[in-house]
């Protein structure tokens, strides 16, 4: 029963953290978090400690268990390293998936495009950030590279985290989707150095976005 509830008090708390309901640098306390599960202190402990190995919480002064903070002075820092290792991950499975794709495994990804665009019109940034890291999953998920893949699913909290704060427009999102129907360009014409390439941009620009199909 403890470690089922841990599991759930873990999940819960990763959600939170990772929607920005608990600030970067907030303070995690034990008692509380029991109070709000209806938990005794030992799950909620093993979860905590779970969260720290995830590192997504960090241990500050007399112990306790703080929010990794993207957002401080060191947040350019932070942002650059976490997109340096989307490039590396994203960018290897990308060039394999140039070799082993089938045709029709592209279609779907099409399709979460224009999924993207109506999102995006709409203003919804929740939702189109949602679409934006499935979409960069299933991209890679074409490597049939599963322990790659399972890499990029633990890096997906820092990359929401690192976002939190960054204004995006609905000219933005429309931006990123062309820039993802561009990456599928180079996907079916199975240029690895180009795809590699365009993603690296892709990731690192971190500039506002302009559109050439605004609604």
């Known amino acids: 029963m403890s470690r089922t509830k841990a599991g759930a008090i873990h999940e ?3 959600d939170e953290i990772v929607a920005g309901h ?3 640098g907030s303070v995690l306390d034990e008692a509380e978090l029991a109070a709000t599960f209806g938990a005794s ?3 909620v402990r093993e979860a905590l400690r779970r969260l720290q ?3 997504l919480l960090t241990t ?4 306790q268990m703080r929010v990794v903070d993207l957002s401080g002075h060191r947040s350019d820092a932070h942002r650059r390293e976490i997109a340096t290792v989307r490039v590396a991950l994203e960018g290897a499975a990308a060039a394999e998936a140039c070799t082993v794709h089938t045709e029709g495994e592209v279609d779907p990804l099409r399709v979460a495009v224009l999924r993207q665009r109506r999102v995006a019109a709409t203003g919804d940034v929740e939702g189109f950030l949602a679409l934006d890291e499935e979409f960069h999953r299933d991209l890679a998920a074409l490597a049939r590279m599963p322990t790659l893949s399972l890499l990029l699913e633990q890096l997906g909290a820092f990359v929401r985290l690192a976002r939190q704060g960054v204004p995006t427009d609905t000219g933005h999102m429309l931006g990123l989707a062309d820039e993802h129907d561009h990456l599928l360009d180079l996907l ?3 240029d690895p150095g180009a795809l590699r390439e365009a993603l690296s941009s892709h990731i690192h620009d971190l500039g506002p976005r302009g559109s050439r199909n605004e609604f």
Do not use: F, H, I, Y
Request: glycine content about 10%; cysteine-free; charged content about 45%.
């Open 53 to 55: 190995s995830e590192g």
């Open 22 to 24: 608990r600030a970067q």
């Open 60 to 63: 500050g002064s007399r112990r």
């Open 41 to 43: 202190r030992t799950p």
């Open 188 to 190: 079916e014409d199975r």
């Open 12 to 14: 819960t708390l990763r």
